[in-house]
C-alpha cells in the first residue's frame, strides 16, 4: 500500500489561504488520495477526496499533480476553527482494512 | 440524523475489570468501524462490519478484546480483562458501501483510562 509524508506542522494566518501538502510517491492507479481532518478531542471528519482531477467543495479544493505523486489541500480562507491535525491518506476504495491515518499535518491557524 | 452516537464519552476503570464501549451509527450505514487512538500509535483501525458482521478483525489487538454488532443500530467493544495500556480514545465510525462517493462519520469517541 502507498504511504504519506506529510510536514507535521504548519502555521497560517487567519483569513488566508492554508496549502498543505502531501506526498504519495508509490499510489497505484486505483488509489484515491483522501483528506480528514482532526479538530481536538473530536473525531475525524472527512474533507475531500480525489482520484486524479483537481476536486473542490464547500470545505476545501484538493490539487492532484498530473503524475499523482502529490497533492495539496488548499482551505481558502483559513479561521480559528480550521486549527486542526490534518491527515492525508491514500487507499484503495475497497480496502478499509488499509485505512491508515499516518501522523498528519497540525495546523496552527493564528489571529 | 444525530450522527454516530458513542458512550460512555469518558471511562476509567481499575485493572482487571470489564469495560464495554457502545455505538449507535448512523442509520441506514452499512458498514461500522471502530478505531484506537494513542499518542504512540495514532489511529489503528480494530475491526469493521458489513451488515453487522465482522469482516475483518486483524486489528485486534489480542483476546482481550471482542467486537459484536447484534443490530444494525447497535454495536459494542468489549475488553476483558482491561490493562493500563488500554488507555486510548476508542472512535466508531460507519458509513455507506465504501464505494468512491461515499465517506467515514465518527462518533465524538470514548475516552478509556485503566488505572
Known amino acids: 500500500d502507498a504511504k504519506t509524508t506529510q510536514p507535521p506542522s504548519m502555521d497560517c494566518a487567519e483569513g488566508r489561504a492554508a496549502n498543505l501538502p502531501c506526498n504519495h510517491s508509490?499510489?497505484?492507479?486505483?488509489?484515491?488520495v483522501y483528506w480528514y481532518r482532526q479538530i481536538h478531542s473530536q473525531g475525524p471528519q472527512y474533507i475531500i477526496h480525489g482520484l486524479k482531477n483537481n476536486e473542490t467543495n464547500e470545505m476545501a479544493s484538493l490539487i492532484i499533480t498530473e503524475d499523482r505523486k502529490s497533492s495539496t489541500l488548499i482551505l481558502p480562507h483559513a479561521t480559528l476553527r480550521d486549527t486542526a491535525v490534518y491527515y492525508c491518506i491514500v487507499n484503495n476504495i475497497y480496502n478499509f482494512n488499509k485505512f491508515y491515518f499516518g501522523s498528519g499535518t497540525k495546523l496552527n491557524v493564528k489571529p | 440524523d444525530a450522527g454516530v452516537i458513542q458512550s460512555p464519552r469518558h471511562e476509567v476503570t481499575e485493572m482487571g475489570q470489564e469495560v464495554t464501549l457502545r455505538c449507535k451509527p448512523i442509520?441506514?450505514?452499512?458498514?461500522l468501524f471502530w478505531y484506537r487512538q494513542t499518542m504512540m500509535r495514532g489511529l489503528e483501525l480494530l475491526i469493521y462490519f458489513n451488515n453487522n458482521v465482522p469482516i475483518d478483525d486483524s486489528g485486534m489487538p489480542e483476546d482481550r478484546f471482542s467486537a459484536k454488532m447484534p443490530n444494525a443500530s447497535f454495536s459494542t467493544l468489549k475488553i476483558q480483562p482491561s490493562e493500563p495500556r488500554d488507555s486510548a480514545v476508542y472512535f466508531c465510525?460507519?458509513?455507506?458501501?465504501?464505494?468512491?462517493?461515499?465517506?467515514?462519520?465518527f462518533g465524538q469517541g470514548t475516552r478509556l483510562t485503566v488505572v
Open positions: 508509490t499510489i497505484s492507479g486505483n488509489e484515491y
Open positions: 442509520s441506514g450505514h452499512d458498514y
Open positions: 465510525a460507519s458509513s455507506l458501501v465504501p464505494d468512491m462517493n461515499t465517506e467515514a462519520f
